[in-house]
Structures are given as C-alpha cells and as structure tokens.
C-alpha cells in the first residue's frame, strides 16, 4: 500500500458514484449514491477481503427534525423521540402532505400506530421492497439489504438539517490535537442520514432509524496521512488474524469500525509529532491501548455521537475481558505478534524492518489492486451504458433517435450544472460519446436501408464518438465502411485498430459475464499505477462491440443472427441481466476484428492477408484465449462462418456445435446448425 495506491481506491469510488448519480439522473430517479467504508477510504489490501459498501438516499422524501421543515406536495416525516428512545436512533412520524399535520390513520404494513395515535414509518417498509428486488439472493445485515454476500447496500434518508447529537460534536473543535478546524469546517456541510435498523433489544425496533454521519467519517478519513492508513490496516489484520481467537461467543465480534473509531480517538488525543514514517509500531501500540481502554471501561463511544456504545449487541463483557488480556500480553511481548501477520505479508515485511513497514515485491501488489479497481470501475461503466441503451431501446425504433437526442441533450445540461463535480463530467463526457456512436450508426443504418443520402453532420458524428475505447468505437465505423462497400476505408481503419489493440490492452464488458479465466493484463495492471485518468485508461481497454437492431444495416449480416438469437422458448431462460442485451449483437473487440478483416480482405481479394485473419481468429478459438472471452459463444460462431466461408463443412458444424456445447440456449449456432442441417441434411 502506498499513496498512490489510496488514491487511486478513492478516485475510483468517487467516480463510480458519479456513474450513478448520472445514470439515476438520466432514468428520471431522485436520489444520489455513496460509497463508504474501507474500499472507498483506500483503507484496505487485497488480503483483508473487505465488502464494498454503498449507500444510496431517496430524495423525495422530507426529513422534517421541526415543523419548519414541512413542504407541501412531499411525503413529510418527523424525526421523533420519546423518553425510552436509544441513542441515536428516532422514530419517523408520518405527516400530511397538504396541510402541516400528523396522520392519524394509515391502513397500511409500512405504518405502524402508537397508542397515542402516532403514525409511524416501519423499517421494514425498506425491507420488504428490496427483498421484492433481490428475491432468493436477499441478504439482510443490519441496514444493509443487498443481493451479493460482498456487498453492503443500504437505502437511507438524507436529514434535512443536522441531529443535535451531530452538532454536539462541532463543539470540540480547537480543543483537540485532531481534526484540523478545516477538516471541521468541511464537516459542518456534510449531509447526515437514517438508516433502517432499529436498536437490537428495543421493543420498537421495527419503526426506529439509526442516524449515520458516514460522510462526516469518510471526511476524516480522507484526512489522513499514509502513515495512519497504514496503522489502521494494521489494527484490521490483528483483528482478523489474532482477535478472533478471543471470541467465543457465536454472537460477537469485534469490527473494524471498532478499529477505526479506536484510531479517531488515539489521533484526538496524541500530538502530529507521534505520526511520522519512523514510528509506525509506537502508533500501532497507542491505537491497542485505546481499544485496552474501552475494554476495561467496558464501552466503546461513537466518535461523533455521544451517548452511544458500540459495543452494546456487538460483544459481551466476557469477550472483551478476553481481548484486554489478549492484548496486554501483545504489548508486553513487544508486539512480536506483528511478525506473524500473514495477511499481505505484514509479518514478513514488519519481521526485517521493525520501525517501518516495507513495500511488498514479490508480486506487483499495487499494480494489480490499480488494475482491477480500474477494470471494475469500467465494467461498473459498460453495465451502467447497458442499463441506459435498454432503457432508450424500450421507447422502439422510431423513437429511439428522439430519445437519443434527448439524453445527449440532458446530459450536457448536466455537465453544467452547479454541483457537478469532475468525477461527473469525465463520465458525462465518456457516456456522450457512447450515445454518438450509437446516434451516428443509427441514422447510417437507416441510411444503408433505404438508400437515402448521407446527412451532411453524419461524420462529425462518427468523429464525436470516436475514441471511447481502444477498440469499439472504431470497429462500429470500419463495419460501416463495410457494409456500405467502401472497403479500403474499412482496411485503413481496421489496420489502425490493429495496431492500436497491442497486449496491454485490457478486455471488459459490461454483460454481466465473468470470463471462465478472468485474467488482467500485466502490462495494463503496470499502466494503470502511472496513469488514472479515466481518457487515459480508456487508451487500455477494449470493449465489448454492440450493435442494437437497429443499428443492424451497419453490422456484418451474419451478426443478425446474434440479435435474434432466441429458439423456441431460449427468452424464459435468460437471467434478468440477460434480458437487457441478449437482443442486440454483442461480441469480444478482438475476434470480431479479424472477423471483419477476414471479410473485407475477402473481398478486397487479398487472400493472404485474409487468410492471416483466419489462422490468427482460429488460434483464438481453438486454445485456451477462448475461455478470457466475454462472449465466446459469439467469437466461435463468427469463426465457424469463416470455416463456412472456405467451404469446410465439416468443421463448420464441429464449431457451432462446440459453441452450443458453451452456451445451450439463447445461441444464435442453434439456427446456424439447423440451416446447414436442412442444407445437406445431417449434422457432423
């Protein structure tokens, strides 16, 4: 872990927020996305094995903590608490939306009355709709309800003003060595929420809300030096390595959040000077003595909101008597503890340099943590602009080109609005271009059909949506070319995307699909550590191509039948993912360049240069590259119609079968068998 490293973690979950904020924005949704906890903090290694945690607000709703709070037209609710109320936690009293008065009768499962005749919003309102979402794969973990056991979803409520508890903090500022008055200041703007989770032993727990200053957090972690970073994934590995050997009860478990808050108050209290590259063990040690003492105290206070125990439901008073003597004999043994840290080779690299911790080079760690987050945000990208195309593909052919003008349209009124951020506008900007390519290729495929001339801003169109990638964008316009027999211009282009798909260019897609081998690129991995903006990395990767319907008069005319490659009843057995593409032609950068170079050299008649195309897409198809492909189903298909082509039947049909055998239904080779089946009338 270094600087960079953290640096790179934050940009990327800064950017993925803005993904979908945008993407939320577009679809018409009010509400804005975050990213907390140690993957968005940069406070994790490859080794912890941490979740991703997300938490997203639903703005139409009015979070009153007064009456002066109430709006008409919005669903007001008031934040409430009585005598018996845990802390930090409230109740959220339901009032009307046209004068500002409490309900008094709601007939409804999301409501719940008291015996004064309060009408409360349940918790479990926000349960039950998620659950609806995810279905079997429902995962509830305290306010997180997601669908994948490494993610932490959580659907909150943005207050309207802050909690007194949270302006009690501010209170300390200047008294304290930690935060800085700017780290305060900045504090002061941060929004604060409620999350659906009732407090454990409550009898109302199912209509109680839990405040959470997550933003204030990830404000101060951000603030940290490299130093601290490193001190706290150090306090996480003995955590997980080491304290878990002291907790017997099933029930209990100490967190890193109890890590965390453990370093907010040692750095409250310890002057800058004790956090400097040549100490990292005494701070390691400080931090332990300030878990000691909450143990021996037995109560762990929230750093922000006072009142609260954060190890009330979380650990029991016999397992935090065995974690003080655990760590009392760590400390008395000099911490040699450390040097048998396995996780990231913390003890081997703590265990030669006891001062200082060392960079870890057996494998390029950081160049593979930068590659993946960079891969990750970009599928996270691809599958957001899948979301977008089938959104804009539901209005039908006619009115797509409308729809299409309006989302450019919206978007670059959000490239300008106040509040949008560079996060924001990089992605605006790449999405822009993706939704030219499509616009430009939509009009050139109407075009192509009824043989109508060209609109005289059709290139200055290709030309805007040039360059999202590597290779896509490209390989749309060398098809173009193609199909409208301009073949020379397809070679000339499609010669520059050879050159330009070299081996440090990265594959992603955003389908949905995990290859069987999910490989990163080494020589990618290495040029995401010296590059992080989003138009550099771009240079790397190569997207999946995709060709919508209606875009079909620009795709080669085999790769029709990838559109319409449902037989019989192959619809009823796609995954809900499925669904949003498996209608339109989507197929791997690289074989579908030498598929189009196989026939544009066909038919150009250089037939060594399109027998260099067959050999090099059979190489693939034909050895273990096949099982790094997205849609390998696809690329064998397109390798059997060269096999067509030259006129080997015979392992024309070997190849679509073993692209049946790869992917049974919804595979455009059942019709491609049952056409040569019915044209010599058996299968080989």
């Given amino acids: 872990m270094n600087t960079w490293v953290v640096k790179r973690r934050r940009d990327t979950f800064l950017h993925r927020e803005a993904m979908e904020d945008v993407c939320d924005q577009l679809a018409g949704h009010d509400r804005t996305n975050y990213h907390f906890g140690s993957q968005s903090e940069g406070t994790t290694t490859p080794g912890l094995l941490s979740d991703t945690d997300m938490l997203y607000t639903v703005n139409e709703l009015n979070i009153m903590y007064s009456m002066a709070d109430w709006q008409q037209g919005k669903v007001n609710l008031l934040m409430v608490r009585d005598a018996d109320t845990p802390p930090q936690h409230y109740l959220l009293q339901v009032f009307r939306s046209d004068l500002p008065l409490p309900h008094t009768n709601l007939n409804h499962r999301d409501y719940v009355t008291d015996s004064q005749g309060r009408v409360f919003f349940s918790n479990l309102a926000i349960v039950r709709r998620v659950a609806a979402v995810f279905g079997d794969a429902h995962l509830r973990r305290g306010p997180s309800n997601s669908g994948r056991e490494d993610w932490d979803l959580v659907k909150a409520f943005k207050c309207k003003t802050l909690p007194p508890e949270i302006i009690a903090w501010f209170t300390k500022m200047g008294q304290t060595y930690w935060p800085s008055q700017e780290t305060f200041e900045a504090a002061k703007k941060c929004a604060v929420f409620l999350v659906p989770d009732g ?50 009860h099933e029930n209990c478990k100490f967190t890193s959040f109890h890590c965390k808050t453990a370093l907010f108050f040692t750095l409250e209290r310890t002057p800058p000077t004790l956090w400097t590259k040549c100490r990292l063990m005494e701070c390691i040690v400080r931090c332990l003595e300030t878990i000691q003492e909450f143990l021996n105290q037995g109560n762990c206070p929230h750093f922000i909101v006072e009142g609260v125990d954060l190890f009330d439901g979380k650990l029991c008073r016999e397992c935090q008597m065995n974690l003080d003597r655990a760590i009392q004999e760590m400390i008395q043994d000099d911490m040699h503890v450390l040097f048998h840290l396995q996780s990231d080779y913390l003890g081997q690299r703590l265990s030669d340099f006891p001062h200082e911790m060392q960079p870890y080079h057996g494998d390029d760690v950081n160049a593979g943590v930068c590659g993946k987050l960079a891969k990750d945000m970009f599928e996270q990208y691809l599958t957001i602009n899948t979301e977008v195309c089938h959104r804009l593909c539901n209005n039908g052919e006619a009115g797509l080109q409308i729809s299409l003008i309006n989302e450019i349209t919206e978007l670059e009124n959000l490239a300008i609005n106040v509040g949008t951020t560079q996060y924001h506008k990089s992605y605006i900007k790449l999405l822009k271009k993706s939704l030219m390519s499509i616009k430009a290729s939509t009009i050139m495929s109407n075009c192509i059909q009824s043989g109508q001339p060209l609109p005289d801003d059709i290139w200055q169109m290709y030309g805007e949506s040039l360059n999202t ?4 964008s490209k390989l749309k316009l060398a098809s173009m070319h193609y199909c409208r027999g301009e073949l020379k211009r397809a070679a000339s282009v499609l010669h520059e995307v050879e050159f330009d798909l070299d081996g440090s260019v990265q594959p992603v897609c955003g389908c949905g699909i995990t290859p069987y081998r999910d490989n990163l690129s080494e020589s990618f991995c290495k040029y995401t550590v010296q ?10 990767l190569a997207f999946c191509v995709r060709f919508l319907r209606e875009e079909k008069f620009c795709a080669p005319l085999f790769l029709w039948y990838e559109m319409y490659r449902a037989v019989g009843d192959d619809v ?14 989507e197929v791997d950068a690289r074989p579908f360049l030498l598929y189009l170079q196989y026939l544009t050299y066909r038919d150009l008649g250089v037939r060594h240069r399109q027998l260099e195309a067959f050999h090099r897409l059979e190489d693939i198809v034909t050895s273990d590259r096949l099982k790094q492909l997205y849609h390998p189903e696809t690329a064998l298909n397109l390798y059997g119609h060269c096999c067509e082509l030259e006129g080997d039947v015979a392992e024309t049909l070997h190849v679509y079968n073993c692209s049946v ?15 040569l089946f019915g044209d010599i009338g058996t299968v080989v």
């Fill in 199 to 248: 407090y454990l032993d409550s009898v109302n727990k199912d209509i109680e809300w839990r405040i959470t200053p997550n933003l204030i957090e990830r404000l101060l972690m951000f603030s940290l030096n490299i130093l601290q970073i490193k001190c706290l994934v150090v306090l996480k590995s003995i955590k997980k390595q080491e304290f878990v050997k002291y907790i017997h």
């Fill in 572 to 585: 009823d057995h796609r995954h809900p993912n499925e669904r949003q593409w498996m209608d339109w032609a």
């Fill in 531 to 540: 590059n992080d903006s989003q138009e550099q990395l771009t240079k790397k």
């Fill in 469 to 472: 990638d590597a290779a896509s």
């Fill in 661 to 675: 055998q790869n992917r049974p239904k919804n595979n455009a080779a059942n019709w491609h068998i049952q056409r």
